[in-house]
């Protein structure tokens, strides 16, 4: 069974940057696509980033794109979630999850989902 372990969450302040880690373990990831989403308080778990396991074809959600990169290290099974310029609406605890098939950007796509790390950006 996949699982995933979400790592790197923080407090930081406006403008900061951070980096989100997912390790993944518990199969082959071959024609797995991972991605990740991000759920503030109060709001709808929405789509951040996906990437395609065989060969790191990145995707990022249009508003984000610029300021976020989704990456991953095949051998060690770990998908990446780097973030720039951060503001404050970028609050949220930060999920990673994981399907069969390519990228997709909704939630009921993906099979498997970590716990979650919180992200806080203070202003």
């Known amino acids: 069974q996949v699982q995933l372990v979400e790592s790197g969450g923080g407090m930081v302040e406006t403008g900061d940057s951070l980096k989100l880690s997912c390790a993944a373990s518990?199969?082959?990831?071959?024609?797995?696509?991972m991605g990740w989403f991000r759920q503030a308080p109060g709001k709808e778990r929405e789509f951040v980033a996906a990437?395609?396991?065989?060969?790191?074809?990145?995707a990022v959600a249009h508003s984000l794109k610029g300021r976020f990169t989704i990456s991953r290290d095949d051998v060690k099974n770990t998908m990446y979630l780097q973030m720039s310029s951060l503001k404050p609406e970028d609050t949220a605890v930060y999920y990673c999850?994981?399907?069969?098939?390519?990228?997709?950007?909704?939630?009921?796509?993906?099979?498997?989902w970590g716990q979650g790390t919180q992200v806080t950006v203070s202003s």
């Open positions: 518990g199969g082959t990831f071959t024609s797995y696509s």
């Open positions: 999850a994981a399907r069969r098939g390519l990228p997709r950007s909704t939630v009921h796509d993906y099979e498997n």
């Open positions: 990437i395609l396991w065989d060969d790191g074809s990145p």
